[in-house]
């Protein structure tokens, strides 16, 4: 007999008016019926074990999410505050410096002005230039000077703005002499035109391309009896490349407003007094439109001669931040770095042609303790700024540990519900029918 049989007469007593036949149906019948109960028992346990394992998985998977996301939020705001503080600390300080720098010309200045013998005003640099005599500047000098008639029925002259060393007013006679040594003579005699057809004026050729030595200025020379000897500079504004950033807001100067050299710890190195291009007193009249597209020469001229050439204090400042410098430096000492990796060693020069003192100081005596006073208020607001920085990197720090301890849990609870799938898979392949 078999199981089905078994089962048959443990659970249905035999009926003598029943025939053997009818036996067998209910008993096939009994039995199909017995299977059916199984397997849908079977089918509703597995189903209810995978449908609240399932629906726990996705909670428990959707709230990890949700808290990793908040603090990704807060680690995003955290990052925003402290950019915004340091870039309000680096413009803080900036700010400072300038005003420090501003301290320090008028305490040069004024050990200046103690020597009269020192004191370089714009007529010196003009009999400096007529020194001179045979040199281009010379002759264009003493037709200003001594034949200003004559030049003024000059068609070509009146787009000449005049010579380097006349352009710019420094206020520290020391600076003076150190930034004419590095422009060297002739660049200080250069000749700046503010077009290219002036330029052109200035010399003309023949067919051969000898030089017309009655035309143009070599023309002008010998009708004063100052014959142009060698060749000379002439700087054409209209052709050169203006400095294409911002300026310092609120600045009379229109000074340029020019990234600040940085330390790894987002300081000035010690001993930075600015860039030199910056250092140059102009007159108002050549601040705005010395060419034809508006530009100033303050970022045509002096930065096309300058670029970003650094002032520090000492050598030894200089030499420390030589990984700062890449177009130049001079310290106030004779340091000169031409260039990166180019240095003037040597004893200093003293040319003879040099940037006229400027006046700008006079009244920085009634504004120097205002200055002082709102330069130490800056630091303390300085200080406050660092103190939040510091605060914020900390709450950032403790956010950043959060989100990590959180990744840490949703890993974790990835690799337990992938150990739970495993298990309801081998639940399901047990409870189907084969």
């Not at 508006?294 to 001229?301: A, Q, V």
Request: proline share 3%; glycine share 6%; charged share 25%.
């Amino acid at each position: 007999m078999d199981s089905s049989s078994d089962l048959q007469a443990h659970m249905i007593p035999a009926t003598p008016h029943l025939s053997a036949q009818t036996n067998a149906i209910l008993v096939d019948d009994s039995s199909a019926s017995m299977q059916v109960d199984q397997t849908e028992n079977s089918v509703v346990a597995r189903d209810g074990m995978q449908n609240g394992g399932t629906e726990l998985v996705i909670y428990n998977s959707k709230r990890l999410q949700d808290d990793l996301q908040m603090i990704g939020l807060k680690i995003k705001q955290h990052e925003d505050h402290i950019k915004l503080l340091k870039s309000q600390s680096l413009k803080l300080g900036d700010s400072i410096l300038d005003l420090q720098v501003n301290l320090g010309k008028y305490h040069s200045a004024k050990v200046d002005n103690e020597d009269h013998s020192n004191h370089q005003n714009e007529e010196e640099t003009t009999g400096q230039i007529l020194q001179h005599e045979k040199s281009a500047a010379g002759v264009l000098c003493q037709l200003k000077t001594r034949h200003c008639t004559q030049a003024s029925h000059l068609t070509f002259t009146k787009d000449v703005l005049g010579i380097v060393a006349s352009l710019g007013q420094l206020e520290d006679e020391n600076l003076s002499s150190l930034l004419s040594e590095y422009l060297g003579v002739d660049t200080m005699l250069a000749i700046v035109c503010k077009t290219f057809e002036c330029v052109k004026a200035l010399e003309t050729y023949d067919k051969e391309g000898r030089i017309i030595k009655s035309s143009g200025l070599h023309g002008l020379g010998a009708s004063i009896g100052r014959a142009i000897d060698g060749r000379f500079l002439v700087i054409c504004l209209e052709n050169l490349r203006p400095f294409a950033g911002e300026f310092v807001v609120d600045d009379p100067q229109r000074r340029l407003d020019l990234w600040k050299p940085r330390l790894p710890t987002g300081e000035c190195p010690p001993g930075f007094l600015g860039y030199a291009v910056n250092m140059i007193n102009i007159d108002g009249k050549n601040l705005f439109c010395a060419t034809a597209s508006g530009h100033g020469l303050r970022e045509t001229l002096f930065y096309n001669l300058f670029y970003r050439l650094q002032v520090y204090r000492t050598r030894a400042d200089m030499l420390l931040a030589l990984p700062l410098i890449s177009d130049g430096a001079i310290s106030l000492d004779g340091g000169i770095i031409r260039s990166s990796g180019v240095f003037s060693l040597g004893s200093r020069q003293d040319v003879d042609v040099r940037f006229p003192k400027s006046s700008g100081t006079s009244d920085m005596p009634a504004k120097y303790a205002a200055t002082e006073k709102q330069i130490q208020e800056m630091k303390f607001r300085l200080e406050t700024l660092q103190e939040d920085l510091k605060r914020e990197q900390a709450l950032l720090k403790n956010a950043k540990d959060t989100f990590e301890r959180k990744k840490q849990e949703f890993v974790k609870f990835l690799a337990d519900s992938s150990s739970f799938a495993i298990q309801m898979q081998a639940a399901r392949e047990k409870f189907t029918p084969r």
